[in-house]
């Protein structure tokens, strides 16, 4: 049989998703909405999460079943532990093969004016929902020996960044917890991976790109020569979520357009 009929099954077998059921939190826009985009694109069935997703129309819907998929929506405010507490049971009393822990927030300030309030949220949000939900998830996908969790971890899980404590050692922790859990569940087929992006035009970044000075140096180091799309993003996502990837554990991917090799 020659190469080239043979290679799309073999894309095929490695990055199909069919018949899989998918959590994406924070998916309701920017990177979480292109992650449930392209999890349903390759045949995953989605559960998007995010603090106020509607039950009826909403973009995740529109894309993911625009692929032929079911889309389930949840609402969950990761700044409530009990809501927290509340989706973990919930997902956990469903068959979740993939979940990306893509929720996040962040609360800029110098550090001396860092107050205790945007701190304790921002752990809250991106590093504590994380763990719960990667813990009850878990235990489902250990109880039937496969799984997929993918973290957004970020540049700031490498740098110290500048007036963002909180997010930078939310986005550290994300990276440690990664390996953690990697190292405890690598044996029992969950492979648990980061992807850390680099910058990308989303609401997160909008101050950023509005600040010329700033926007400017910041492009400069970027070997790619632009923003990340959320796009960008979610491809490295698919492939953490394959069967691509069944031999990558405690990974931290990345996804900069090269920022780091500088």
Do not use: C
Request: no cysteine; glycine share 10%.
């Amino acid at each position: 049989m020659s190469h080239s009929s043979t290679s799309p099954q073999i894309t095929e077998r490695l990055f199909s998703l069919d018949g899989q059921l998918a959590v994406v939190t924070g998916a309701s826009q920017g990177i979480g909405l292109a992650i449930a985009s392209t999890l349903a694109a390759a045949g995953a069935d989605v559960i998007g999460v995010s603090t106020t997703m509607p039950d009826g129309e909403s973009a995740a819907r529109t894309a993911v079943e625009a692929a032929g998929r079911t889309f389930i929506p949840l609402s969950a405010d990761f700044t409530d532990r009990a809501a927290v507490a509340a989706l973990a049971a919930d997902l956990a009393a469903r068959p979740v093969d993939i979940l990306v822990n893509n929720g996040g927030t962040i609360r800029r300030a110098p550090a001396v004016e860092h107050s205790d309030e945007d701190f304790d949220a921002v752990l809250d949000v991106n590093l504590r929902s994380a763990w719960v939900l990667s813990r009850e998830v878990g235990a489902t996908m250990i109880a039937r020996g496969h799984g997929k969790i993918v973290n957004t971890a970020s540049m700031l899980s490498f740098q110290g960044g500048i007036n963002v404590p909180g997010y930078t050692s939310s986005k550290s922790a994300i990276a440690g917890l990664t390996r953690a859990l990697a190292n405890e569940w690598a044996s029992k087929g969950i492979n648990v991976n980061a992807v850390a992006p680099g910058y990308v035009a989303t609401a997160n970044t909008h101050q950023l790109r509005e600040d010329a000075e700033r926007s400017e140096s910041i492009l400069a180091r970027i070997p790619a020569g632009r923003w990340a799309v959320p796009e960008d993003i979610a491809g490295a996502v698919l492939f953490l979520s394959s069967r691509a990837a069944d031999y990558v554990n405690g990974a931290v991917l990345p996804v900069d357009g090269g920022w780091l090799a500088r």
